[in-house]
Structures are given as structure tokens and as C-alpha cells.
């Protein structure tokens, strides 16, 4: 019997580049409402312009994390 191991491969945070989140979020007119999401912990619409925005899924992730770690900072 074989083992397939799956490695989880993460984006190092020093990779991140928010600017280009943004960029992709500008190109679609939804900057307002992609701040709005941020600013009220609306994990589900964050993710739902990111993906209409074309944003990869490892970014979507980060982008998550960041906010999930800022919870209540702001």
C-alpha cells in the first residue's frame, strides 16, 4: 500500500504584497466596499472580491490571516 503524503505549502509573509491585492480590487471599482469588508471582519465578502477580482487563492489566504490576527486591533 502506498502513502501519499500532501504537503501544505504557505506563503511566507515577507512575500506578501497587499499593494497588489489592492490593484486587483481598484481594477474591479470595489475599493470602498474591500474596505468596508476589512474594517467590519466580513471574512465572506473580503474573500468574494478578492475571487471576483482574480486574486490567487494562497493571497485570498493571507489576506484571511491577516485579518483573523487583527481582530479587535483596529
Same mark, same amino acid.
Given at each position: 500500500?502506498? +502513502? ?9 509573509? @515577507? #512575500? ?7 490593484? +486587483?480590487? =481598484? ?9 468596508? =469588508?476589512? #474594517? @467590519?471582519?466580513?471574512? #465572506?465578502? =473580503? ?5 471576483? =477580482?482574480?486574486? #490567487? !487563492?494562497?493571497?485570498? &489566504? &493571507?489576506?484571511?490571516? +491577516? &485579518?483573523?490576527?487583527?481582530? !479587535?486591533?483596529?
Amino acid at each position: 500500500m502506498t +502513502k501519499l503524503f500532501l504537503q501544505e505549502v504557505y506563503m511566507d509573509e @515577507s #512575500d506578501f504584497e497587499g499593494t497588489l491585492v489592492l490593484e +486587483k480590487i =481598484a481594477e474591479i471599482n470595489k475599493i470602498d466596499e474591500f474596505f468596508e =469588508a476589512l #474594517d @467590519s471582519d466580513d471574512f #465572506d465578502q =473580503a474573500r468574494a472580491l478578492m475571487r471576483r =477580482a482574480g486574486v #490567487d !487563492g494562497e493571497t485570498i &489566504m &493571507m489576506v484571511l490571516r +491577516k &485579518m483573523r490576527a487583527a481582530d !479587535g486591533e483596529h
